[in-house]
């Protein structure tokens, strides 16, 4: 059973950065990406970035590039981490934040394994 974990949400000024942490374990697919998505009350959850398990293959859609950036860190068996680090942080940035792991195609990823959502609130 795959169980995500994230933590490091919270209160942030505008202009200021914050790095999210996801903490996967349990069995998945060699196959699959691990990534970030957003969401915000009445919107669809928006993608941010995908990171492949084996090899760590970056992956952002075109309107994101730039102040965000992912990273894992797979050195330990038992679990994996992913790490969104934001720059740059605006008001439009809030949004509570989901880790999710499964399979990446069509320039995304498919989330079949979801975390239970980390607040981030950016003040002006």
């Known amino acids: 059973q795959v169980q995500l974990v994230e933590s490091g949400g919270g209160l942030v000024q505008a202009g200021n950065s914050l790095r999210l942490s996801c903490t996967a374990s349990?069995?998945?697919?060699?196959?699959?990406?691990l990534g970030w998505f957003r969401q915000t009350p009445g919107k669809e959850r928006e993608y941010i970035a995908a990171i492949s398990w084996i090899g760590g293959t970056e992956y952002y859609p075109d309107s994101l590039r730039g102040r965000f950036t992912i990273s894992r860190d797979n050195s330990d068996d038992s679990k994996t981490m992913v790490y969104l680090q934001m720059n740059s942080l605006q008001s439009e940035d809030t949004a509570v934040y989901y880790c999710a792991a499964g399979s990446f195609s069509r320039e995304q990823l498919w989330g079949q394994y979801w975390g239970q959502g980390t607040q981030v609130t950016v003040s002006s």
């Open positions: 349990g069995r998945f697919a060699e196959t699959y990406a």
